[in-house]
């Protein structure tokens, strides 16, 4: 499985932006995806994640009520819509699939070992 995460850039504080993780060849639908950041000199932080079986969304402290994780069926593809975002968001944006657990898995979690299969990332970078 090769995961892709497009649509990082440059905005100001208080802008938005809306990263996409798509896989070619296989069907990200019904699987645990997860976005993680690292900012230089940082540990990889959970972002967000949306389960494989129901939907069920996770968001990490610092991006609640701000960002929003869902899925594009007919584009295979899972959206983090980034809302608000502050300089402290800057960082290079991951997304992760949890094949240990199958299709429709109940599981959703930010800690980066639950995930085996990551994506190049995207750098996202806000300006004050």
């Known amino acids: 499985v090769q995961l892709q995460a497009s649509g990082g850039g440059l905005v100001q504080s208080g802008g938005s932006l809306r990263l996409s993780c798509t896989a070619s060849r296989f069907n990200l639908n019904w699987h645990s995806i997860g976005w993680f950041r690292q900012a230089p000199g940082k540990e990889r932080e959970g972002v967000s994640c949306?389960?494989?079986?129901?939907?069920?969304?996770v968001y990490g402290d610092s991006t609640k009520g701000r960002f929003t994780i869902s899925r594009d069926w007919a584009k295979n593809t899972v959206v983090l819509q980034m809302n608000s975002l502050k300089p402290e968001d800057t960082a290079v944006y991951y997304c992760?699939?949890?094949?240990?657990?199958?299709?429709?898995?109940?599981?959703?979690?930010?800690?980066?070992?639950?995930?085996?299969?990551w994506g190049q990332g995207t750098q996202v970078t806000v300006s004050s």
């Open positions: 949306i389960s494989g079986s129901d939907g069920t969304t």
């Open positions: 992760a699939i949890d094949l240990g657990q199958g299709p429709f898995g109940r599981r959703c979690g930010l800690r980066a070992s639950m995930y085996g299969t």
